[in-house]
């Protein structure tokens, strides 16, 4: 099975978020899972950010101009080769030399490029994959392409199977109809597979494609076929349902591991628990907290905004540390303006218990998931996240909202006459109020009954995250197209 994973960005080269976290690990649990039955690669951009000194590694494997409308543009592959996968990187400075990957003015110009840089490499290297799994809108018109294009150049590309994966369906890829041609050198009789809405939607067009449509959780595959989730899409997705599905994701429980983490001040594991304490009290030291292995530390790691429960977690966590006077507060992330200045602020008025860091720093969010005990992430729409399981892999039992990946990952703690369940504390509705008993009932459960806490934890860190059980549901995937 020979499978080409597409996508804008691929962890350790360039990533800013999840995408950038299941490209680096899903091919290579693949990989990994089915050794010589698996031919997977991936191919991604060339940015600037990717370090010198893997650059430097790559092997040149072609030298080509793609033609993107009346453009002319010069394109190379390079390749490295990661645990058994290979990874191409298409080089253009003009499109890729930019600093920040996204947020230019012409980012639906140079995904276009991309998308057709990675169908004229097929050519170029005599390779045509069995399945081409695109990711997300940057990589949507590889498919398109393929389908309105290429497929009719040869039966080599007529073969090809296309998966299109939607990480979050907020970003669609929406643009004007005056550069349908002009930029994405579409015709104009594809007009209606690309409408959406009054203007070209991407992703649209992709799912109108795709052999196979995926999202990140199976409920947040459910989610999506509604208006409160779907950013409107749910017209064109209810059209499509009979290939739609949702995988959970996974993480790299190798570079998720406690007890091999170079990155945390001591390693530990769920049944070596004691240097998790030694964690804490180094962030307190190193951060000016009050040194207590006693104190529960509260952590937020995320992009701060208010989808993603910033709004709630502002509006109770003053009555949390007045109620709880020995619990410190730990925040890491940028995003909205206003909530920066609240979190800044807030570290002002609790100086001695609040900290906050606003900025992004994957170095920094690992020492923060060692020391802390509870983990607040109450999103009001999640397609999966990661940080949930990160959190519990670390032993930060996590608080969120039951939604998408939240709810298909962290299952609710409760004791009966058969024992304990669960890794974590949910509640249902988006409701500051839940938010606050939910953590409330953590912290009782932390301070009052220290040794089902830890019971708790050694749960939450043992819980099976890993791709294994998700890489086989996607080949399962592949070979049924």
């Not at 959406?196 to 076929?225: F, H, Q, W």
């Not at 007045?322 to 890491?332: G, K, M, S, T």
């Not at 399981?389 to 709810?407: D, Q, S």
């Amino acid at each position: 099975m020979k499978i080409l994973f597409v996508g804008a960005e691929v962890m350790p080269f360039a990533a800013t978020g999840g995408l950038g976290d299941v490209m680096g690990s899903l091919p290579a649990a693949l990989k990994a899972k089915y050794g010589d039955d698996a031919d997977v690669r991936v191919i991604c951009p060339l940015y600037d950010r990717v370090p010198a000194a893997t650059v430097a590694e790559m092997k040149t494997e072609a030298v080509f101009n793609v033609r993107l409308s009346w453009r002319n543009l010069y394109c190379g592959i390079l390749s490295l080769v990661r645990d058994g996968v290979t990874y191409y990187f298409v080089d253009n400075e003009y499109y890729f030399k930019r600093g920040a990957l996204y947020g230019h003015g012409d980012d639906g110009e140079r995904y276009a490029f991309f998308c057709r840089a990675v169908l004229e490499m097929m050519a170029q290297l005599d390779y045509y994959p069995d399945v081409l799994h695109a990711n997300d809108w940057q990589s949507a018109l590889a498919v398109v392409y393929l389908n309105t294009e290429f497929k009719y150049r040869s039966d080599r590309y007529a073969a090809i199977r296309t998966a299109f994966t939607i990480h979050n369906i907020e970003y669609q890829g929406q643009y004007d109809f005056a550069i349908l041609q002009d930029v994405f050198g579409i015709s104009p009789e594809h007009y209606t597979m690309m409408a959406y809405d009054g203007c070209i939607n991407l992703v649209k067009a992709a799912i109108e494609c795709a052999d196979r449509v995926t999202t990140v959780s199976p409920t947040y595959a459910n989610e999506i076929m509604t208006p409160t989730y779907s950013h409107r899409l749910h017209f064109a997705l209810a059209r499509h349902s009979g290939k739609v599905s949702g995988i959970l994701n996974g993480i790299d429980t190798t570079y998720y591991n406690p007890a091999i983490d170079g990155e945390i001040y001591e390693t530990y594991s769920a049944d070596a628990m004691a240097k998790k304490t030694e964690n804490k009290l180094a962030f307190q030291r190193e951060y000016a907290l009050p040194e207590d292995t006693d104190a529960p530390v509260i952590a937020v790691v995320s992009r701060l905004a208010a989808h993603k429960g910033i709004d709630i977690i502002a509006g109770i966590i003053r009555n949390i540390l007045n109620y709880h006077p020995r619990a410190q507060f730990v925040v890491l992330g940028t995003g909205e303006g206003q909530y920066e200045h609240f979190f800044r602020q807030l570290e002002q008025d609790y100086h001695d218990r609040v900290r906050s860091f606003i900025l992004y720093n994957r170095a920094l969010s690992k020492k923060i998931y060692a020391a802390a005990d509870i983990f607040l992430m109450p999103s009001r729409s999640e397609p999966c996240g990661l940080s949930q399981m990160i959190a519990c892999r670390y032993g930060a039992i996590p608080v969120v909202r039951e939604t998408g990946g939240l709810y298909d990952s962290i299952k609710p703690y409760y004791e009966d006459e058969y024992g304990m369940h669960g890794n974590g504390f949910t509640f249902a509705n988006y409701a500051a109020s839940e938010l606050q008993e939910r953590t409330s009932a953590a912290l009782f459960l932390y301070e009052q009954s220290p040794d089902k806490f830890a019971e708790l934890r050694h749960r939450a860190m043992t819980s099976d995250f890993s791709w294994d059980t998700s890489a086989e549901k996607y080949m399962d995937m592949y070979r049924g197209m």
